[in-house]
């Protein structure tokens, strides 16, 4: 697989508001639905680096972005789900095609569903916007935003010609032993000790197609010798 990567380490706090995955999602005796067992792993990510992000995988309104498909593997409240519409919306009118034209151009997973129906409002918002009609916005928003584990969901999927966001940060220890033994199954990477954001880079390298791109933010101390070991590193 020929893919372009880039992995970002911003320095990023694991705190503060909105991004990345909720430990409320977690489904009571449920591998589906991993979470922390504490209230953690929501990360807020800064506008400007979802533009730098956007930018590096080519991500670009010049681009005729209704023609690739992008996954958004832990879309939060939209932190990267919105810039990403807009500039979906932007291409939309510099290359000549219609709303319906968006069906399946974007793919944003996210667990908790809390968050999850406030990222169906913000896409909705920026359709409307567009001038979208009420029904339509709606149809478009629901169709982009999945409830569900990516972790899981993403080895039978279609494949990505992006894949770009902020993943979750949660402990391996922090992980219930069931849904950690699942993703362990799928994800070689996730050996020893780390941090869940390893196995959301895997899934995402996986996911693409011959020469699609790929992009986090992330920060240090998830990954030890052996997960780099099991990457070829």
Known sequence: MTASQAHLDLGIDVAGPGGGISAAGLAKGSPRLAAARDPKGV???????VDL????VGYRPDEDLAARYAVEPSAG????????IR??????????RGLSDLRGSICAYELDADSAARAVELA???LRKYGASG?????LAEGW???GDYLLASPTGRRADIVV????????????GEALAAYRRRYPTMVGRGDIYVGFIEAGLRQLTEGGSWASSARTGGCGRRTARSCGA
């Open 145 to 147: 935003v999945s409830i």
């Open 135 to 139: 029904r339509q916005a709606r149809d």
């Open 43 to 49: 990360v807020y990510t800064r506008p400007w680096v």
């Open 53 to 56: 992000i956007l930018d590096l």
């Open 87 to 96: 500039r979906l919306l932007a291409s939309l009118t510099a290359h000549g």
């Open 165 to 176: 966001g902020n993943p979750p940060y949660i402990r391996y220890d922090d992980v219930p």
């Open 124 to 126: 909705e918002r920026e």
């Open 77 to 84: 409240e939209g932190a990267f789900l919105v810039p990403m």
